[in-house]
C-alpha cells in the first residue's frame, strides 16, 4: 500500500484523451449566470450547505501551488494535460503500477488570475506527464510557484525521462518577465540522482522525484520532495545544497509542504492506508537538525504562518481511510502554546494553499477524480465558527477544473 502515497501526491484527474500540445490550453476566463450556478447546485450536493454562490474564474487544468505577485495577481501552478511520449527504451522507468509513465514536453503552464478573476497565461508550453493507464492516467506538471523580488520561478514535477520527458529534466526554472520565456536553473533530476537520501523506498521511488512545494526564503528558493523525502536549498544562480534528509532519521513520511519563521515547519502526507493522526509538524533549524513540534494530522498538503506566529495546517483527508477520503478536509491553526481550532472543515480533496495580500487564505482542492464536475471558480459567503467575533464576512472562493481553488478568510476572535 506505500505505492498508493505516490498516488495521492500526483494530485490530478484521471484523463481520458490523448492530447497533443495545443489541445486544450488557452481557456480564458468567463463570467457565469445564475441559471448556470443552479446547474452547478444540482450536479454539486457536496457544495450545496456552503452558502450563496457565483462565478469567479474558469479555465485552469489541475492546479497545483499557488502564490501572489508584486502585483496582485494570483500565479498558479498547472499540472496540466499529461502526454503520451514513452521513454520505455530510453531510461530507468518508474515500476507499476504507478509505472511506466508517458510524457509531453508542452501539457503544462502557468496561469495567472487577475483580482477580478481574469484567468491569462502566463508561461505555456511546460512539461506534463501521466501515471500508467492502470492508475487511470494521472498527471503531473509544475508542482509550485514562488516569487524573489519582481521574478517568478517555478517547479517541475512531472518532467525528467521517467516521467516519459526525456529533454528536460525535474528542476527549478526562472521566468523571464519580458516575454515569460524560461531557463532551467537547477536540474534537480540529476542532483537527486547523484545524491540520493539515506533510506529510499525501494517499493514506492521516482528516479526524477516527485516535487511538491517552494517558498523564498531571503532570496533562495526552498523545495520540498515527498518521495525520497528530502528539502533542499536553491540559489538564484542554480547552486542546490541539500537542507535536510527527512529520511536519515524519520524514515519514509513522505513530507510535502514548508514554512517558515526563523526555523522551518516541514509537515507530512505518510503512507497509505491513511491512518487519522499519523502526520506530524516538524520543526527544522536552518542548520538541519528536526524535531516533532505537533503531533495528531492527517495527510497534510499545505502549512503557513501568520504574523502571530500561528501555524495553519491543510488537511486533505481528516478520517482513516484506504484513501483520500471526499469532503473530509479541514483547516487547523495552531496557536504558540499548541492549540488546536479547526476553522473550516468538510472541504473537498484540498492539495494547497497560500496566503493572500487581502488576508485571505487561497486553497487548492480537488486535485484528482470529478472530470464530470463544472469548470468555475465560486464565491461563497460562510461563517465557519459561531463562537468567533468575525470583523467581516467569510469569503470562500471556490474554482473548480476537475481540481477546485477556494478562498477563506481568516476567522479574526477576540483578544488574538
Known amino acids: 500500500m506505500k505505492r498508493l502515497s505516490y498516488v495521492f501526491i500526483a494530485l490530478l484527474s484521471i484523463l481520458f484523451l490523448t492530447i497533443s500540445c495545443h ?29 450563496n454562490v457565483s462565478v469567479f474564474a474558469t479555465g485552469l ?42 510524457g509531453s514536453l508542452c501539457g503544462s503552464r502557468i ?9 491569462t497565461t502566463y508561461v505555456d508550453s511546460l512539461p506534463s506527464s501521466q501515471t500508467s493507464a492502470t492508475t487511470g492516467g494521472l498527471t503531473s506538471g509544475v508542482a509550485d510557484v514562488a516569487f524573489i523580488h519582481n521574478t ?43 545524491h540520493p537520501v539515506a533510506h529510499p523506498e525501494e517499493e514506492d521511488f521516482e528516479p526524477d522525484g516527485t516535487w511538491y512545494s517552494m517558498i523564498n526564503v531571503r532570496g533562495d528558493l526552498y523545495a520540498v520532495e ?18 535536510i534528509d527527512v529520511s536519515a532519521t524519520q524514515g519514509h513520511i513522505v513530507p510535502t509542504v514548508v514554512a517558515y519563521n526563523g526555523n522551518f515547519f516541514i509537515s507530512n502526507l505518510n503512507t497509505f492506508p491513511i491512518i487519522e493522526g499519523n502526520s506530524s509538524i516538524f520543526k527544522v533549524t536552518p542548520s538541519g537538525h ?64 497560500t496566503f493572500g495580500p487581502d488576508g485571505d487564505i487561497y486553497v487548492s482542492a480537488v486535485g484528482f477524480g470529478a472530470p464530470q464536475e463544472p469548470d468555475r471558480f465560486l464565491r461563497l459567503p460562510y461563517l465557519i465558527n459561531t463562537k468567533c467575533q468575525v470583523k467581516k464576512r467569510l469569503l470562500l472562493h471556490f474554482l473548480n477544473s476537475k481540481t477546485l481553488l477556494f478562498i477563506l478568510t481568516n476567522c479574526v476572535t477576540i483578544g488574538l
Not at 511520449?85 to 522507468?93: D, E, L, V, Y
Not at 529534466?169 to 536540474?187: C, F, K, L, V
Open 152 to 194: 517568478l520561478y517555478a517547479i517541475l514535477a512531472g518532467a525528467g525521462c521517467s516521467h516519459g520527458v526525456a529533454s528536460v529534466p525535474n528542476g527549478i526554472i526562472r521566468i523571464n518577465p519580458a516575454d515569460s520565456s524560461w531557463t532551467m536553473i537547477a536540474d534537480l533530476s540529476a542532483w537527486q540522482q547523484s
Open 61 to 102: 487544468n489541475n492546479p497545483r501551488g499557488l502564490k501572489f505577485g508584486p502585483d496582485g495577481y494570483l500565479y498558479v501552478a498547472e499540472g496540466g494535460v499529461g502526454g503520451s511520449n514513452s521513454t520505455a527504451n530510453a531510461c530507468t522507468q518508474v515500476i507499476p503500477p504507478i509505472g511506466p509513465y508517458t
Open 226 to 243: 515527498p518521495n525520497h523525502g528530502e528539502m533542499v536549498r536553491v540559489t538564484p544562480d542554480g547552486q542546490i545544497n541539500r537542507v
Open 23 to 51: 489541445d486544450n490550453l488557452t481557456t480564458t476566463s468567463t463570467e457565469g449566470t445564475a441559471s448556470q450556478i443552479q446547474g452547478m447546485h444540482k450536479s454539486n450536493p457536496e457544495i450545496l450547505n456552503i452558502g
Open 290 to 353: 528536526i524535531k516533532v513540534w505537533a503531533t495528531g494530522f492527517t495527510t497534510v498538503l499545505g502549512i503557513l504562518i501568520d504574523q502571530q506566529r500561528r501555524i495553519y495546517v491543510l488537511e486533505n483527508t481528516s478520517i482513516s481511510s484506504p484513501g483520500p477520503s471526499p469532503n473530509t478536509g479541514k483547516i487547523i491553526r495552531v496557536d504558540k502554546s499548541g492549540k488546536k481550532e479547526v476553522i473550516a472543515d468538510g472541504l473537498n480533496l484540498p492539495s494547497g494553499m
Open 111 to 119: 496561469s495567472k488570475i487577475s483580482p477580478s478573476g481574469v484567468r
